[in-house]
């Protein structure tokens, strides 16, 4: 073998084993059940399919068609909703196509502003910006943590977007949707929701109902707090009538195909259409824990002295808790050291940092569905907390990392998920 695929082979096994020891906390990452993962190394990996079941442009997709519709009734189901689009082959693509099919250069849309927690493919330099989009941004509310609603609706009314975002990357508490309600409809603007982060928990019924709110589409990503495979999806509950509703939908599947996707990464779809299933099934549990685990968190880090932030509010309503680090030595630096001992989290823009200095901000975000996952629960992100204070306080980088490993070796099983041994045991012989 060439030295480079030697060295490949030790390098992921660092990764892997270095994960496996390590409290991973990226508020967008988790673990994929091994009944999914199951399929990703299957045939399907090795095909092409392009446009709808029944409507291809290639041979060879018989069984495909079938599991594309089982995955689309199982996402209609899991959200109850009429529409489902499982193409998209991330987040990101599923937000090119609604960008591209309900947007044109010139267009005006409103959304969340950066350091508000709106995601980069909403951003000027992001896909919104390159597709010619005049993105105007809402006013925040630093103490809500939160869209000031007065302001955003006197906004809305006065620019008129085509299309109204909602929906964050840092996203404690539900977008208000409800309460613009009467601004979105004065306007007639379609309302767009990047549930990207949230997910699971909407469909856990533990967030907002955003498509029974008043959004015409979500997107969102498959493996953030849905624990899928990394993929995206498209939803819908348009308004109007029946005609109104297809048209609409109509354009929004040809912004997919052949608008942002050629073929849609079959094997993941086979995974994404278990992790429904599963989410059907244990979602509701699973998303209740998260957010306890969330809420115990942020009030025992804050009860150890941090600043984290949305206090007011209860300091979160999602998977999500966000800490001004900056008497810890900023967020970049807090980050660096909290990975030297095994926990992965990322620094982060807070609303009142300067957006053009991305580099160093005064927060870090922490998620907790991850650990979550694999069954901690409100005593274990007490000891998260205290471990974390260790780090950022008190300096004790490698105690803080030996005692990470000695925590997270009762912590490898995925829970919430079908656990066939079966599974295992052939993800194992691998
Ligand atoms: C993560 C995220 C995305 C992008 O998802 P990918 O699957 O990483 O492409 C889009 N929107 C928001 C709000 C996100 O947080």
Same mark, same amino acid.
């Given at each position: 073998?060439?030295?480079?695929? *030697?060295?490949?082979?030790?390098?992921?096994?660092?990764?892997?084993?270095?994960?496996?020891?390590?409290?991973?906390?990226?508020?967008?990452?988790?673990?994929?059940?091994?009944?999914?993962?199951?399929? %990703?190394?299957?045939?399907?990996?090795?095909?092409?399919?392009?446009?709808?079941?029944?409507?291809?442009?290639?041979?060879?997709?018989?069984?495909?068609?079938?599991?594309?519709?089982?995955?689309?009734?199982?996402?209609?189901?899991?959200?109850?909703?009429?529409?489902?689009?499982?193409?998209?082959?991330?987040?990101?693509?599923?937000?090119?196509?609604?960008?591209?099919?309900?947007?044109?250069?010139?267009?005006?849309?409103?959304?969340?502003?950066?350091?508000?927690?709106?995601?980069?493919?909403?951003?000027?330099?992001?896909?919104?910006?390159?597709?010619?989009?005049? @993105?105007?941004?809402?006013?925040?509310?630093?103490?809500?943590?939160?869209?000031?609603?007065?302001?955003?609706?006197?906004?809305?009314?006065?620019?008129?977007?085509?299309?109204?975002?909602? !929906?964050?990357?840092?996203?404690?508490?539900?977008?208000?949707?409800?309460? %613009?309600?009467?601004?979105?409809?004065?306007?007639?603007?379609? *309302?767009?929701?990047?549930?990207?982060?949230? /997910?699971?928990?909407?469909?856990?019924?533990?967030? #907002?109902?955003? %498509?029974?709110?008043?959004?015409?589409?979500? &997107?969102?990503?498959?493996?953030? +707090?849905?624990? !899928?495979? #990394?993929?995206?999806?498209?939803?819908?509950?348009?308004?109007?009538?029946?005609? #109104?509703?297809?048209?609409?939908?109509?354009?929004?599947?040809? !912004?997919?195909?052949?608008?942002?996707?050629?073929?849609?990464?079959?094997?993941?779809?086979?995974?994404?259409?278990?992790?429904?299933?599963?989410?059907?099934? =244990?979602?509701?549990?699973?998303?209740? #824990?998260?957010?306890?685990?969330?809420?115990?968190?942020?009030?025992? /880090?804050?009860?150890?002295?941090?600043?984290?932030?949305?206090?007011?509010?209860? =300091? +979160?309503?999602?998977? &999500?808790?966000?800490?001004? *680090?900056?008497?810890?030595?900023? !967020?970049?630096?807090?980050?660096?050291?909290?990975?030297?001992?095994?926990?992965?989290?990322?620094?982060? %823009?807070?609303?009142?940092?300067?957006?053009?200095?991305?580099?160093?901000?005064?927060?870090?975000?922490?998620?907790?569905?991850?650990? &979550?996952? /694999?069954?901690?629960?409100?005593?274990?992100?007490?000891?998260?907390?205290?471990?974390?204070?260790?780090?950022?306080?008190?300096?004790?980088?490698?105690?803080?990392?030996?005692?990470? @490993?000695?925590?997270?070796?009762?912590?490898?099983?995925?829970?919430?998920?079908?656990?066939?041994?079966?599974?295992?045991?052939?993800?194992?012989?691998?």
């Amino acid at each position: 073998m060439l030295d480079e695929a *030697v060295k490949l082979e030790e390098l992921v096994k660092k990764h892997t084993d270095w994960f496996r020891d390590s409290l991973p906390m990226i508020a967008s990452e988790n673990l994929l059940s091994p009944a999914a993962m199951k399929y %990703l190394v299957s045939d399907l990996h090795n095909r092409y399919a392009e446009g709808l079941p029944g409507k291809r442009y290639y041979q060879g997709n018989i069984y495909v068609d079938e599991i594309e519709r089982i995955t689309t009734e199982l996402a209609k189901k899991l959200f109850n909703v009429p529409y489902a689009d499982v193409r998209p082959i991330s987040g990101t693509n599923a937000n090119q196509a609604v960008i591209f099919s309900l947007l044109k250069p010139g267009d005006v849309m409103t959304g969340p502003p950066l350091q508000g927690g709106a995601h980069i493919s909403s951003a000027k330099f992001g896909a919104v910006g390159m597709r010619g989009v005049n @993105k105007i941004e809402y006013p925040f509310d630093v103490d809500e943590m939160n869209l000031d609603v007065d302001l955003t609706a006197k906004l809305i009314k006065i620019v008129k977007p085509k299309v109204a975002l909602f !929906g964050r990357s840092v996203f404690l508490f539900p977008a208000p949707i409800k309460e %613009l309600r009467d601004a979105l409809d004065e306007v007639g603007a379609k *309302v767009w929701y990047d549930g990207a982060h949230v /997910l699971g928990l909407i469909a856990g019924g533990q967030f #907002q109902d955003p %498509l029974h709110e008043g959004a015409d589409v979500m &997107t969102g990503s498959t493996h953030k +707090t849905l624990p !899928g495979p #990394q993929r995206g999806i498209i939803l819908g509950n348009p308004k109007g009538d029946e005609e #109104q509703r297809e048209k609409l939908w109509k354009k929004i599947q040809r !912004g997919v195909f052949p608008g942002v996707i050629s073929n849609h990464h079959l094997h993941h779809m086979a995974a994404l259409a278990i992790s429904l299933a599963e989410h059907i099934e =244990f979602g509701r549990q699973y998303a209740e #824990q998260i957010v306890k685990n969330a809420q115990t968190l942020a009030e025992e /880090l804050h009860s150890l002295g941090f600043k984290v932030l949305g206090e007011k509010n209860g =300091f +979160t309503k999602s998977h &999500t808790v966000l800490v001004d *680090v900056v008497a810890q030595g900023g !967020g970049r630096k807090v980050a660096e050291d909290l990975e030297k001992a095994n926990i992965i989290c990322n620094y982060n %823009l807070l609303p009142y940092d300067d957006p053009k200095k991305p580099r160093n901000p005064s927060g870090i975000r922490l998620g907790v569905q991850e650990l &979550t996952r /694999l069954g901690m629960k409100e005593g274990e992100m007490k000891h998260v907390a205290e471990l974390i204070k260790k780090v950022a306080m008190d300096g004790k980088i490698d105690e803080a990392r030996e005692e990470v @490993k000695e925590m997270k070796r009762e912590f490898n099983r995925v829970r919430y998920c079908y656990q066939e041994d079966e599974a295992y045991r052939f993800l194992s012989s691998l």
